[in-house]
């Protein structure tokens, strides 16, 4: 009995032993969420949802601006980071105490200040960042037992399977699917076809599932109000700005049924903290999508720098 309980305590420890050996090569190829949640505390941030963290190039900013130090890309998804609670604690956690003058960029659209269900007690209990006490550790192991259980071996296969995607799409330009890359600065990159019929087809689907959330969400008071707790905070050390990025005319339309008077909110908003609000959507038709929701990369480093220059200006 002795010697089959230290042959399963050797087991055990060589399991946990690969794994935490395996954490340490966790990087952008992992997923693309994880690098912002390993990197360091950070001084200015963009915040927002995938809009935000496929729109907005921190590269672009950090050169136009000249900002020192520079600002990091703290979105997530609609799923994880809709204003509320749980961002917001995240956001705090995120900030280095010490932070003032810095910049700070909060993306906002109708979907990110909307919810199903107003009274639901447990909001947000299912975004990753739910409970997450440390948004800096690196590894940051809590991070991926939440996140990684289908196997830790993932973090060391998907640099190669990125390798084998980016090799066979060279050589095959119309070749569909996608892959990612969360680079160190936060910003997602989004390696994708963007033939037109290919693009057509993202749109449609996409369209399809904002047209059945338009049956469940409507504004709610709750994520208006932690919007506001956000700006609150963050304009505490240093400067805010409220973005609207563009997005595809079909999704225009559907924000427009979802919340006819969101522009009239954000407005409003502005006023009362006297902050900027830059509504990118009327110049939507200039750029070119991923599935109508999403900036193409090269549309994304157009908008951050039309950002970056009216941010300029206002300087």
Known sequence: MKRFLINIAIVLTGI???????AHFANGYSDGFYQRLSTPQQSSLIIGTSRAAQGIMPSVL?????????????SFSLDNSPYGEVYLKAIESKLQSSTENSLYILAVDPWSISMADEDKIDTDQNSLLYGLKSTSAN????????????GWGKIVLKPIEAKILES???????????????????????????????VEKNIKKKSKIYVEALNTHKFSEYRYSYLQKTIELLQAKGTVYLVRLPVHQSLIE???QLMSDFDQKMKILADKF??????????????????????????????????ADIIESYK
């Open 254 to 256: 559907l924000e427009d």
């Open 62 to 74: 950090n050169e136009s601006l000249a900002l020192k130090p520079p600002i990091f890309n703290f």
């Open 16 to 22: 946990i032993g690969v794994h935490l050996g395996l």
């Open 139 to 150: 590894p940051n192991y809590k991070y991926l037992i939440k996140n990684y259980k289908k």
């Open 168 to 198: 066979i799409q060279n050589r095959n330009k119309d070749l569909k699917g996608s892959r990612t890359y969360l680079h160190e600065d936060g910003w997602l990159e989004v390696f994708t076809s963007i033939d037109p019929k290919y």
């Open 274 to 307: 006297s902050l900027e609000y830059l509504n990118l959507i009327s110049s939507s038709d200039k750029y070119t999508y991923t599935d109508g929701n999403h900036l193409y990369k090269n549309s994304a480093k157009i908008v951050t720098q039309e950002i």
